[in-house]
């Protein structure tokens, strides 16, 4: 997973990602509302110009361990899916 997430970052000049609200939604999964900035090397266009600022990571963990991670890169998205709707 780090390998691939190095890979991913390297198209970016400046990429960074912030926590917004962290939602314990049962014993085995938190959602992580996000806010997501930086610009494409190749095409010079904003992270919200591709995809929208406001993202989301959903983490399963189990025994303190990442077991799985579920990225949306739209929070209504992920809160539709989720059922939870605001």
């Known amino acids: ?3 691939t ?3 991913w ?3 970016w000049e400046g990429w960074t990602a912030e926590a917004e609200e962290y939602r314990e939604l ?5 959602l992580v509302i996000t806010t997501s ?3 494409g090397k ?3 266009l904003g992270v919200g110009q591709m995809y929208g600022a406001h993202g989301a990571n959903l983490f399963h963990v189990r025994n303190g361990t990442v077991t799985r991670l579920a990225t949306y890169w739209n929070s209504d998205r992920a ?3 989720l059922g939870l709707e605001e």
């Open 1 to 3: 997973m780090g390998h």
């Open 5 to 7: 997430f190095r890979e």
């Open 37 to 39: 900035s930086g610009r």
């Open 42 to 44: 190749s095409s010079g």
């Open 26 to 30: 049962d014993s085995e999964r938190v």
């Open 9 to 11: 970052l390297s198209v």
């Open 79 to 81: 809160l539709a899916d």
